[in-house]
């Protein structure tokens, strides 16, 4: 079983930047996609990055393009989410997840192993 653990979440004013970390436990994730989404109140958790396992890939959802950046670190079992230009609506509950299917990547219920999240509130 594999456990993840986010963390870097919290309130920042809007334009500011934070990063998000996802330390993975009781097995390396070397072999997973991982990836990164998000739960705002009332609404669906959205698909925002994910990131082969080599991390020679990454894709994001046209939201966060060119503001996020999903990387990771196999040595130390650890993704990351690196995101600048917050604003307002980037407001979320953020999840780390990971999958070892060749399935879709942006799909949530694809994804087999899930954090608690971590909340980012961005304030205008």
């Known amino acids: 079983q594999v456990q993840l653990v986010e963390s870097g979440g919290g309130l920042v004013q809007a334009g500011d930047s934070l990063r998000l970390s996802c330390a993975a436990s009781?097995?390396?994730?070397?072999?997973?996609?991982m990836g990164w989404f998000r739960q705002a109140p009332g609404k669906e958790r959205e698909f925002v990055a994910a990131?082969?396992?080599?991390?020679?890939?990454?894709y994001y959802a046209d939201s966060v393009k060119g503001r996020f950046t999903i990387s990771r670190d196999n040595a130390d079992n650890t993704v990351y989410l690196q995101m600048n230009s917050l604003k307002p609506e980037d407001t979320a509950v953020y999840y780390c997840?990971?999958?070892?299917?060749?399935?879709?990547?942006?799909?949530?219920?694809?994804?087999?192993?899930w954090g608690q999240g971590t909340q980012v509130t961005v304030s205008s």
């Open positions: 997840a990971g999958k070892t299917n060749p399935l879709l990547f942006s799909t949530v219920g694809n994804y087999d192993y």
């Open positions: 009781g097995r390396t994730v070397s072999t997973y996609v």
């Open positions: 990131i082969t396992e080599s991390g020679r890939r990454t």
